[in-house]
């Protein structure tokens, strides 16, 4: 894993956007995935920016987001389709008709979505960069703890953490789901590249259990430590709990100097 400590969060969204930039400048018809939630969105609000000063097109790419809630109406400002399209596919030019969630129309079996959609992104020829944020007790898309690592996308029972930690996002009347059809663990893991921001104190355990931990299914972030290209962008507070810290920003410097002698490098 790259580990990325940057000053602030708002640096960690424009490293980000930087890095997604960086990407469609050589592939203008990547396929990327995507992630809702409060950290994405300062990296939507960059990408919109650098979208806005002709610096980058989605005009080319699609995209498939890691997840939907189930039982919420794609037209409730609640579903992520909303979400998304109020962040980012209305504000850039992006073809709406290649963006993708693993949404369950109504009246639709919720058990075939998972199986279309892993076609769907298969046909697409697979995700180049899947960019991601950290649930506070270490999930990814909505793989809770003691997801199958080798899982795909399917409907999966939210934490009822979870529930309560998202709960701060619907008034007291509103239905809040507790089902999601999510893209599952091996499916992330097919992505080409892996992009994950993880900003603020409250996600530090996450972060060290991801980063240091062992791997296991109690903490689904933690799988990333299996993937060739993980890029990880922390601000301060984020990587407070991780030991090998100065390691990290050790290789970072490394890393700079061998960019812009060579170009792009990864370190794994
Ligand atoms: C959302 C998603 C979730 C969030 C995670 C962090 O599509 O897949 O895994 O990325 O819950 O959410 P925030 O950024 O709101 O803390």
């Not at 089902?179 to 080409?192: H, R, V």
Request: hydrophobic share 40%.
């Amino acid at each position: 894993m790259e580990i990325i400590i940057l000053k602030s969060a708002e640096v960690v969204a424009a490293t980000g956007a930087e890095l997604v930039a960086e990407l469609l400048r050589v592939r203008p018809n990547a396929v990327l995935g995507l992630a809702t939630g409060s950290t994405q969105l300062s990296l939507y609000r960059k990408l919109v920016e650098k979208n806005h000063a002709g610096e980058i097109s989605f005009s080319d790419t699609s995209s498939f987001n890691l997840d939907e809630y189930l039982g919420v109406a794609i037209g409730n400002p609640q579903s992520y389709r909303a979400y998304m399209d109020r962040e980012f596919f209305d504000r850039v030019d992006i073809n709406k008709d290649n963006t993708f969630l693993p949404s369950c129309e109504d009246g639709q079996n919720p058990v075939l979505v998972g199986p279309r959609y892993e076609n769907k992104i298969r046909e697409s020829g697979g995700i180049d960069l899947q960019i991601m944020g950290l649930g506070y007790n270490g999930h990814i898309g909505f793989n809770e703890p003691s997801s199958s690592l080798n899982s795909r996308t399917r409907v999966k029972t939210l934490t009822q953490q979870t529930v309560k930690d998202n709960s701060r996002l619907f008034s007291e009347s509103e239905f809040q789901p507790k089902l999601a059809i999510t893209m599952g663990i091996a499916t992330i893991m097919d992505a080409k590249k892996i992009l994950l921001l993880a900003t603020g104190d409250d996600k530090a355990k996450a972060v060290s259990e991801m980063v240091e931990g062992p791997v296991s299914a109690m903490c689904p972030a933690s799988v990333l430590q299996m993937h060739e290209r993980v890029t990880v962008l922390l601000d301060e507070t984020a990587a407070a709990r991780l030991r090998n810290r100065e390691y990290y920003e050790w290789t970072y410097l490394q890393n700079e100097s061998l960019k812009q002698r060579f170009g792009i490098v990864h370190e794994g």
